[in-house]
């Protein structure tokens, strides 16, 4: 634990670290104020030598301290907090970065590079004394009601993959803005990234969510959702695909990508404003599918809803949250927070616990 204990938040010195498949994005906190923030890109080439995701962390902690030094950083933090990974399901919150959050990422069963956010963060901060290694909402938060819990078989439950981090953060956000408590709202949060994740948030509760990530809800600008169960198994034994290359495809190479040869909605809905038809066509087909997933929490709730709100990195355009506020607003006021801001949450989850105001977690 951390023994120092400043007069002031802003004597706080907080760096977060979240790994993507292409790039680490780190911050530096000095309180709530951002001192540094930068997007470390990695090429294809420098990441094919290595065999397995994992292999990656020494490669990528490198270039962070590089990076740190370049701008003058000195490694005197008090917590070091990283992205969560694709683990085993927990109740959300601060987690303390032990050794079995370790192995579990370095054995993790799904393979994304955020799975290293923990490795990295841990390695960093046991290098500087009294520093908290910390982690907060992974994607695997799962705090689903028993009856969320079902599908029609029972060797394929569903699971609660989502973005934990975002999602609880600007909920949190919104309740402070009216002046409440995230724990006293009934909120419906959309995601709308490269996948999109639509949650009931009861109470300060996700007791409802899809899994965004491989298998469940609207499709989005690179993934699948939901597919017809029966054509997608004829698809399986067709002798076309792989099963390694049809996880690939749902997960990253379906939607918007696979219908039109992009994910770039920026330029995608410049092309339906100019008037490309099959453009346009498509985006109102996801966003469509995303108010009808978003109506349906609505019944988990039964009406109550005090809140809808969109955010993400598509909240940017508000081609697309018009359309979906158009169909739901009927059920509570919808509300627009553009941006994914998971460094933002990160940094505030280090600062709670370093404050005492959150109470980190063992992670067993």
Same mark, same amino acid.
């Given at each position: 634990?951390?023994?120092?204990?400043? *007069?002031?938040?802003?004597?706080?010195?907080?760096?977060?670290?979240?790994?993507?498949?292409?790039?680490?994005?780190?911050?530096?906190?000095?309180?709530?104020?951002?001192?540094?923030?930068?997007?470390?890109?990695?090429?294809?080439?420098?990441?094919?030598?290595?065999?397995?995701?994992?292999?990656?962390?020494?490669?990528?902690?490198?270039?962070?301290?590089? !990076?740190?030094?370049?701008?003058?950083?000195?490694?005197?933090?008090?917590?070091? $907090?990283?992205?969560?990974?694709?683990?085993?399901?927990?109740?959300?919150? #601060?987690?303390?970065? *032990?050794?079995?959050?370790?192995?579990?990422?370095?054995?993790?069963?799904?393979?994304?590079?955020? *799975?290293?956010?923990?490795?990295?963060?841990?390695?960093?901060?046991?290098? $500087?004394?009294?520093?908290?290694?910390?982690?907060?909402?992974?994607? #695997?938060?799962?705090?689903?009601?028993?009856?969320?819990?079902?599908? &029609?078989?029972?060797?394929?439950?569903?699971?609660?993959?989502?973005?934990?981090?975002?999602?609880?953060?600007?909920?949190?956000?919104?309740?402070?803005?009216?002046?409440?408590?995230?724990? =006293?709202?009934?909120?419906?949060?959309?995601?709308?990234?490269?996948?999109? @994740?639509?949650?009931?948030?009861?109470?300060?509760?996700?007791?409802?969510?899809? *899994?965004?990530?491989?298998? !469940?809800?609207?499709?989005?600008?690179?993934?699948?959702?939901?597919?017809?169960?029966?054509?997608?198994?004829?698809?399986?034994?067709?002798?076309?695909?792989?099963?390694? =290359?049809?996880?690939?495809?749902?997960?990253?190479?379906?939607?918007?990508?696979?219908?039109?040869? @992009?994910?770039?909605?920026? !330029?995608?809905? @410049?092309?339906?404003?100019?008037?490309?038809?099959?453009?346009?066509?498509?985006?109102?087909?996801?966003?469509?599918? $995303?108010?009808? @997933?978003?109506?349906?929490?609505?019944?988990?709730?039964?009406?109550? #809803?005090?809140?809808?709100?969109?955010? &993400?990195?598509?909240?940017?355009?508000?081609?697309?949250?018009?359309?979906?506020?158009?169909?739901?607003?009927?059920?509570?006021?919808?509300?627009?927070?553009?941006?994914?801001? !998971?460094?933002?949450?990160?940094?505030?989850?280090?600062?709670?616990?370093?404050?005492?105001?959150?109470?980190?977690?063992?992670?067993?």
């Amino acid at each position: 634990m951390n023994s120092r204990t400043p *007069n002031h938040d802003a004597d706080f010195w907080i760096l977060a670290i979240n790994p993507g498949s292409t790039s680490t994005k780190i911050a530096v906190f000095r309180g709530e104020t951002a001192i540094l923030v930068k997007n470390i890109s990695h090429e294809a080439s420098e990441l094919s030598q290595f065999v397995e995701t994992t292999d990656q962390h020494e490669f990528r902690k490198q270039l962070i301290l590089e !990076e740190l030094s370049a701008n003058h950083i000195p490694l005197r933090f008090h917590a070091v $907090i990283g992205r969560g990974g694709l683990g085993k399901p927990i109740s959300g919150g #601060v987690y303390h970065i *032990n050794d079995t959050l370790c192995n579990d990422m370095r054995h993790a069963q799904r393979k994304h590079a955020c *799975n290293l956010g923990c490795l990295i963060a841990a390695e960093i901060a046991e290098t $500087i004394p009294g520093c908290l290694a910390l982690t907060a909402d992974p994607v #695997v938060v799962d705090e689903l009601i028993p009856e969320a819990r079902f599908s &029609g078989l029972p060797d394929t439950p569903r699971r609660s993959i989502w973005h934990a981090l975002n999602q609880r953060a600007i909920a949190r956000r919104y309740a402070r803005e009216q002046g409440k408590r995230y724990e =006293e709202l009934n909120l419906i949060v959309c995601h709308l990234g490269g996948g999109v @994740s639509i949650a009931a948030h009861h109470q300060g509760q996700a007791i409802d969510v899809n *899994n965004a990530l491989d298998g !469940e809800g609207p499709f989005s600008p690179e993934r699948a959702g939901t597919l017809p169960i029966g054509d997608l198994i004829r698809l399986c034994f067709s002798g076309r695909y792989q099963e390694a =290359e049809l996880l690939r495809m749902v997960t990253g190479r379906a939607g918007l990508e696979a219908h039109i040869g @992009s994910k770039d909605v920026k !330029e995608l809905v @410049s092309r339906a404003e100019a008037g490309d038809e099959k453009v346009r066509l498509l985006i109102d087909a996801m966003t469509y599918q $995303i108010a009808k @997933s978003a109506a349906a929490q609505a019944a988990v709730f039964k009406g109550k #809803v005090d809140a809808i709100l969109l955010t &993400g990195g598509m909240a940017h355009a508000p081609y697309i949250t018009s359309r979906i506020a158009d169909r739901i607003d009927w059920i509570a006021p919808v509300h627009t927070y553009p941006g994914e801001g !998971e460094m933002e949450a990160l940094g505030q989850n280090a600062l709670g616990v370093l404050t005492g105001e959150l109470t980190a977690k063992c992670y067993e």
